[in-house]
């Protein structure tokens, strides 16, 4: 909401939809038929189109605000374009084009202790995910479970195994698979009449309840918090399990084996509904086990209260394992695996610079900066400004290890090139981003939180430049000092 705010506040500005390239949606207006759409301006338009390929009755979606509900789910850098800047050109039509209702972003996931790069081949990415052997459901839990809903998550492989093996094989698997074995073996997969005592009422009031809030979540699109609450229902259900103690119960009394035989058959009747609050989550987990329940798939529906769908006189399938242990040792190899590139490393003595070598490339430096801020003023050509701007960070680039190479730090350092690269562009399109924020008059919050970030990778360039990081409050402490 505050990136949308930020946006209509002051009233909307002008922004250019065009581009100078040779892909893409070519602008149908006289004299500018040789540039295209931008992205961005275009590309939700193919949300419509998408639908009326697929049905002729695409207006019942598109055109039909008061019955259809639309979500939006996206990263944050695309709020604008769905916030704002499509839903007004919809109604600029006025035609009654469906607005969205609900626009879910997510923050930023980060790779271990640093951030996922192609270009370095830090992180897995999908055909590698693939690759590795595990099974596309593990990995849709895993990033679901770490979902970057409210603020930025971190992948970590440590933590990954942590999860498999945890929730999902201790938890989760050993629950179903406790369930559905004890009935196949001790009753021949036949499901048992159900005589429920209070123990067993009370079980299917706390299952109501994380069911109750299961559906909360989901119609908050609060995907995360919504996977917690499966594992909360076959946390409940093992130790229902083993307060009961099911095992000893078959082996006595005619009422004993009764009794077993409630617990088990409630037990599956469980399984069956985590069958399908999985589905969405973890579809081919999901219909395994419908398939060792033995039950067609139109049991997919979720009610306000449990009900039990698997009735007296039904035979299941033969059970089997859903999850496999993964060991920590293959946890320290994929991430090994996937580190990226060893960075070129430069040594650098510390034989300081000459001052006229120095003064020549601070010079350098702000005569490039000049010139790269008068050319996005007269609005130039973006291939111009794009190769100018490059050359200005090679040049800070050069300065800063130049500069790393004068520093009183120790008698030899080393210095990561490409890590130092890096950073400098980074600081470069951050103090960019924070620029236009505050042309744009912003919320503090927004502003605030896009200044930390950049203060932050300032920091992060100058200990890979081999400087001591900025400390104090920057400008803020330079003022205060200043009133003194």
Same mark, same amino acid.
């Given at each position: ?5 930020? !946006? ?6 002008? *922004? /250019? ?40 009755? !695409? ?28 839903? %007004?050109? %919809? ?52 990033? &679901? ?22 929730? @999902? @094989?201790?938890?989760?698997? #050993? ?32 299952? %109501? *309840? ?5 559906? +909360?979540? =989901? ?47 409630? +037990?599956?009747?469980?399984? /069956?509904?985590?069958? $399908? ?10 219909? #395994? ?7 067609? *798939? ?9 009900? /039990?769908? &698997? ?49 020549? @490339? ?11 801020? #008068? ?16 050359? &200005? ?5 050069? =300065? ?19 890590? $130092? ?64």
């Amino acid at each position: 909401m505050g990136i949308a705010r930020a !946006w209509v506040r002051d009233g909307l500005k002008p *922004r /250019c939809i065009s581009r100078d390239l040779k892909w893409g949606t070519p602008v149908p207006l006289e004299g500018f038929t040789d540039k295209v759409f931008y992205v961005w301006y275009d590309a939700p338009i193919g949300y419509l189109s998408i639908t009326a390929n697929y049905t002729a009755e !695409w207006r019942q979606w598109w055109q039909n605000q008061k019955q259809v509900q639309l979500y939006n789910f996206m990263a944050k850098d695309n709020v604008p374009f769905h916030s704002v800047i499509f839903p %007004c050109t %919809c109604l600029g039509t006025d035609d009654n084009y469906t607005l969205v209702n609900h626009l879910i972003a997510t923050e930023y996931l980060n790779y271990e202790d640093g951030k996922f790069s192609k270009s370095r081949q830090v992180g897995v990415f999908g055909d590698q995910a693939k690759d590795t052997g595990i099974p596309a459901d593990i990995w849709r839990f895993y990033l &679901l479970y770490i979902r970057p809903e409210s603020q930025d998550s971190s992948f970590s492989w440590t933590d990954f195994v942590t999860k498999n093996n945890s929730e @999902l @094989l201790n938890n989760l698997g #050993n629950y179903i698979n406790r369930s559905l074995m004890f009935l196949f073996n001790s009753f021949n997969g036949i499901m048992p009449e159900l005589h429920l005592t209070d123990e067993d009422k009370r079980l299917l009031v706390v299952v %109501c *309840r994380e069911l109750k809030g299961y559906m +909360s979540l =989901l119609e908050k699109a609060r995907i995360r918090d919504a996977l917690r609450y499966i594992l909360n229902i076959s946390r409940h259900g093992n130790q229902y399990i083993q307060g009961n103690k099911p095992w000893a119960l078959v082996k006595g009394s005619d009422a004993e084996r009764e009794r077993a035989g409630t617990v088990m058959g409630l +037990s599956a009747n469980v399984v /069956c509904l985590l069958s $399908v609050l999985l589905q969405p989550f973890m579809p081919a987990v999901s219909e #395994n086990i419908q398939q060792q329940l033995n039950i067609p *798939r139109d049991v997919n529906v979720i009610t306000g209260d449990f009900v /039990c769908m &698997l009735k007296p006189g039904h035979q299941i399938s033969k059970p089997a394992p859903l999850f496999q242990k993964i060991d920590a040792s293959m946890a320290e190899e994929l991430k090994q695996k996937f580190a990226g590139k060893q960075p070129e490393v430069t040594k650098v003595k510390n034989g300081p610079a000459s001052t006229e070598e120095m003064e020549k @490339l601070s010079l350098a430096v702000k005569e490039q900066a000049e010139k790269v801020r #008068n050319l996005k003023a007269s609005t130039a050509e973006k291939q111009l400004i794009d190769a100018e701007v490059k050359l &200005l960070l090679d040049l800070k680039q050069k =300065l800063v290890v130049t500069s790393a190479a004068t520093a009183d730090v120790a008698d030899q350092r080393e210095v990561d090139v490409e890590e $130092v690269k890096r950073l400098t562009e980074a600081v470069a399109l951050q103090a960019t981003k924070v620029r236009d924020l505050k042309a744009n008059k912003v919320d503090k919050s927004v502003l605030d939180s896009e200044v930390k970030q950049l203060l932050g990778l300032k920091n992060q360039l100058a200990l890979a430049s081999g400087e001591k990081p900025a400390t104090g409050g920057g400008n803020q402490a330079k003022k205060k000092k200043g009133k003194k």
